[in-house]
């Protein structure tokens, strides 16, 4: 198919929506997948621009560095950090929001966490829709948060939230289950956040990675390592117990199935895109989102990381939807490559007779920062006619 640069009025597209989606309760399914900064970002533009979207983002769960992996490896729970950074990026209250993304430094003390919830049940209190009982629980789980950051060496680096997500993943009682997904839930209704954030799997695992005849084991490790061929290395999941299959969530399942739309990057090919997808029952669910008409897009990066070099936008993409065993519709890349520092964009490259996608040029760069804007061009030009289902 065609590549060609971004043009749009921009002016006429929310009409066109609302043509397509006259009802406001039965908006388009928007799914996001990856790590954490990407869709945060994506995710938030999103969320400005086009509030009748049906929001959900699919969160990997392989972190295993800073805060989130030092919490990992004491209590045995899943990565939080992620899951926390997005859902405080979709909320409309910035404020706390900030409290969520607060890290404690080296002199803070449990009084320091305590704060923190009584905070955030100052924001809880008096909303219409906080029950009493809803409030008293949530005073229960700020007292338990507390407690928990008590057996730690030193609070230094770790984010409240962080500290919250743990307490409700450690939570293990007859009428409550510990659940990622049900903790994920609990801050986004604290949080009041403008789409629904689940983690893609709650089976303990590790990032593997092979390159080279070399193998990488965690996240962190291979975010440190740089890649000696791009083209080759691969990505898979090992669960923590050999006895376990890393499998999809149902909620990401049907998440993914039934989307108008899935958007994956922009972010690291290795830990945030494939840590997202490798899952099992991940491929099978966006087969069945392009047999029911479903559009994938994915959006590129604006320079050449680790783990892509030598490589263009086309042929990452190239060998990344040979893993989701179906094919992008949209491939976004930018095309204000000369404002970045020279030898660092990563470029198109050339056009394959094979590619299935639309490509769109974007100008995701300038001079001022080297950054996707949410609010400008991508999200704008996701809007322009790219969720019809045919």
Known sequence: MGRYQW???FSNIMSSISEQFPDPTEGPNVVLVGGGNGPAVIGAGIADYWPGANLKILVATSDSGGSTGKL?????TLPVGDIRRVTSALSPHAELADSFEHRFGEDDTTEAVAAHGRHLLGHLFGRPNVTPDDWSRAAWIMERTTLLAGKLD???GHAFGNLVMTML???DRPEEAPSLTKAADTIGSWLE???????????RHDLVM???GQTLVGEHVIDEHIVADPRTASIRLQAANPQETVIITPEADVALRNADMVILGPGSVFTSIQAATAAEGVTEALKENQDNGGTLVAIGNLVVG???HGMHV???FRKLQKSLGRNFTHVMYNINTQVLPQGQALEFGPASPDDSWQALGLPLADSQAVAVDPSDVVVRAVLCGMIRRE
């Open 7 to 9: 043009q749009c009025n």
């Open 72 to 76: 990992r490896e004491q209590f045995g």
């Open 154 to 156: 030193t609070l230094r």
């Open 169 to 171: 993943t450690t939570l």
């Open 193 to 203: 956040a403008r789409g629904r954030v689940l983690p893609v799997t709650e089976v």
């Open 210 to 212: 092979e390159d080279n």
């Open 306 to 308: 680790a783990d892509t």
């Open 314 to 316: 086309g042929e990452i």
